[in-house]
Structure formats: C-alpha cells, structure tokens
C-alpha cells in the first residue's frame, strides 16, 4: 500500500534527502561516510517509506563514494610497493 504523501512533506523530504546527499559528498574518507549513515539512519529508514526515489539516489551516491575510497586505497597501496 502506497503512502499518500502531501506536498508539504515531499518539499521537508527533498530537503532531509539534500542535507544526506550534501554530507556523503562533503565525506573525505570511508568512516566520514559510515558516521553520516549513522547520524542519518532514521531519517532515511523515512525517506524509503516516503520518497523512495531519493533514497535509492541517497543509495547510488553512497554507493560511488565507496567505489571511489577503495579505488583509491588501492592505488595508495600500489605506490605503496613500488617504493618498498
């Protein structure tokens, strides 16, 4: 059953789902990642419930993030054994 959601709370969950987004891009390392999903786990359990598009775009960024730290530890590891 789908949740009717009124203007007014699809504007407030927009605006949750950007303060999320903004932080996960603002995040420099993994565990800056791991402490927004932390700080925000309750607003985006909501989000799911309500927006699911922005919480599968919340997903998808997080998702690149992550990409992104491990490519980039494994390039730091790989310079890494060239100068050992």
Known sequence: ??????????????DAANVILDELDAAQTADEC????TKHAKTFARLQEVYPVRALHIMNLAGLRKT???RAARAYDQQQELWA
């Open 68 to 70: 992104e730290f491990n």
């Open 34 to 37: 791991e402490a927004v999903a």
């Open 1 to 14: 059953m789908a949740i009717e959601v009124t203007p007014n709370q699809e504007a407030r969950a927009n």
